[in-house]
């Protein structure tokens, strides 16, 4: 009877799993862009990477981090760049700690404001303008709110995605997860955050010039795929003899 259940219960997630690559929307022919399109209609209209229906700079937030990742401030942009690497090489190629480095930094700077406080008490001179730092109410309760907000909709994610109601999601957290594992297997910890930092600064902007490209390759990969799943499923898959599935009340 174990046997059977477990056949049963493997039997109902390969369906599902197959269920969801079937009925996955065809994309529209490579020639489409033949067709005028009216001058009027965005261009993000159109049937993109993963569906996306929104623009690249709204997708990452838009406002300042947007403009950031974009380019669109390079000056900005380059200056994070520059101090990433230069933290990577710090810690990384000098073999420094990051605890010692911030208490070194913090330490210059109270010795600094120190030093320039009791030299202008003893010269008669202003004191440094310190601002008064402290955390008002309102900016505390917005700020647990928005992660109150942002906590439940990850734990209704996992939940969905533990409870098995959204195989979708469980294959991309999988291939995520296992993405990790073998990364991390690769690099160091600290590495691994400055590739990541290095990706969002470039793959976001190299999406954004070259999207039309970029989506014409992923259609074409995603039907090549889909056709692929299709001969599986009726040369080998549908063969396969599966047990009755016996839905629990």
């Known amino acids: 009877m174990a046997v059977d259940g477990a056949s049963s219960a493997a039997a109902a997630i390969l369906s599902s799993v197959l269920e969801n690559i079937k ?124 992660l109150k907000t942002e906590i439940n909709k990850m734990l209704t994610i996992v939940h969905e995605i533990a409870v098995g109601r959204d195989t979708v999601r469980f294959l991309k957290l999988a291939g995520t997860l296992g993405l990790l594992v073998l990364f991390g297997s690769w690099f160091r910890f600290l590495t691994l955050i400055y590739l990541a930092t290095i990706a ?22 995603f039907d090549e795929l889909r056709n692929q799943f299709s001969k599986l499923d009726t040369t080998i898959l549908s063969k396969i003899p599966r047990g009755p599935v016996q839905k629990k009340e």
């Open 23 to 146: 009925h996955l929307p065809p994309s529209s022919p490579a020639n489409s862009s033949s067709h005028a399109r009216p001058s009027s209609r965005p261009r993000f209209d159109q049937t993109r990477l993963f569906g996306r229906q929104r623009p690249v700079h709204d997708l990452l937030g838009g406002g300042h981090s947007a403009d950031v990742l974009l380019w669109r401030k390079k000056n900005l942009s380059l200056g994070f760049l520059s101090a990433a690497t230069a933290l990577w090489v710090l810690f990384e190629w000098f073999g420094y700690h990051f605890v010692s480095v911030v208490s070194f930094f913090l330490l210059l700077i109270v010795v600094g404001l120190f030093s320039w406080s009791y030299a202008a008490l003893m010269l008669n001179r202003d004191q440094p303008p310190i601002p008064k730092l402290e955390f008002s109410d309102d900016v505390v309760l917005k700020v647990a709110k928005a």
């Open 200 to 221: 969002a600064h470039t793959l976001p902007v190299l999406y954004e010039k070259n999207e039309d490209v970029i989506d014409n390759l992923a259609r074409k990969s």
